[in-house]
């Protein structure tokens, strides 16, 4: 059983698509290279995971009801980026109504029922969903690893400076090549 699991955060079409009700251009961007790690970590057996951002429609929830409408069950909005297909067979698919990819769903018993040690973290928000599932990984005892041309916000600044925090503090920051390596030489 490999101990490592890619944890893809959010890449749904309200973010990745320029339809999306809160799309930016740097979702679209970091799609390919999220890509390249989907498609090396299945060559590797490294379960994945997709997190999907999943908020209620027509029912009230005081955190949606303080942003614009996004990702609203039922709509295109919350469907998984077609650049990256879903193995309905072997891939999780698990909704979430927070930041964090572990704050009430059952991402930590599926990683543990796995024996899932490691987890590769890639997608959007750097700075509130990545930032939030990265803190909680740390604090559940994984080890996360954020892949740096595979996570993207609105600002290229605040991107570098959740990055620098998570590597120092949580984590840490590869680059794909080095990522690909360490898949390779069986160190993740």
Same mark, same amino acid.
């Given at each position: 059983?490999?101990?490592? !699991? ?5 890449? /749904? ?22 890509? +390249? ?5 299945? +060559? ?9 951002? +999943?908020? =209620? ?5 005081? +955190? !949606?009801? !303080? ?38 769903? $059952? ?11 490691? /987890?590769?973290?890639?997608?959007? &928000?750097?700075?509130?969903?990545? =930032?939030?599932?990265?803190?909680? !990984? ?28 998570? $590597? &120092?503090? *949580? ?5 794909? &090549?080095? *990522?690909?390596?360490?898949? $390779?030489?069986?160190? *993740?």
């Amino acid at each position: 059983m490999n101990k490592t !699991a890619l944890i893809i955060v959010d890449m /749904v079409r309200d973010f990745t698509d320029p339809d999306g009700l809160v799309f930016y251009p740097q979702n679209r961007e970091i799609l390919p290279n999220i890509r +390249k790690v989907l498609d090396e970590c299945r +060559k590797k057996d490294v379960l994945i995971v997709f997190m999907q951002h +999943k908020n =209620r429609k027509g029912k009230y929830d005081a +955190k !949606a009801a !303080a942003m614009r409408p996004n990702c609203l069950e039922g709509t295109f909005g919350i469907e998984i980026d077609p650049m990256l297909p879903v193995d309905e067979e072997k891939d999780y698919v698990i909704p979430k109504r927070r930041y964090s990819g572990f704050f009430a769903t $059952d991402l930590d018993l599926v990683l543990r029922e796995n024996g899932v040690k490691n /987890v590769i973290i890639v997608g959007t &928000k750097t700075n509130c969903c990545i =930032r939030a599932t990265v803190t909680d !990984a740390f604090y559940l005892d994984y080890e996360p690893y954020v892949v740096r041309e595979c996570v993207a916000t609105n600002s290229d600044v605040v991107n570098e400076v959740h990055l620098q925090d998570i $590597d &120092k503090y *949580l984590g840490h920051v590869v680059d794909m &090549k080095t *990522l690909f390596t360490m898949l $390779d030489h069986g160190t *993740l």
